[in-house]
Structures are given as C-alpha cells and as structure tokens.
C-alpha cells in the first residue's frame, strides 16, 4: 500500500474536516500515548516469554 503526496494530502484534509483544527493536537497526543502504551505492552510480553 503505497500513499503518495496526494493521498497524504487528502487524508490530512478529510482528518481536518472531521475533527477540526482545534481537536488535532489531542488527537496526535492521544494517538502518541496508545502507541507507547502498545509498544510497552510488546516489551513487556517479551519479557515474559523470556523468563
């Protein structure tokens, strides 16, 4: 699945236009934090089936 420039561009306009400008920075924090929060998760699986 290849995204060029364009198909950037017009997901970032579709996400603008449904969550609004002001929403987008707590969108972006929200979505950081699940990311870490899933990778702490891997980690923490791995340590388990390690020991």
Known sequence: MNLGPTELLIILV???VLFGGAKLP???RSLGQAQKEFKDGLAEGEDKEDA
């Open 14 to 16: 579709v996400i603008l």
């Open 26 to 28: 707590q969108l972006a």
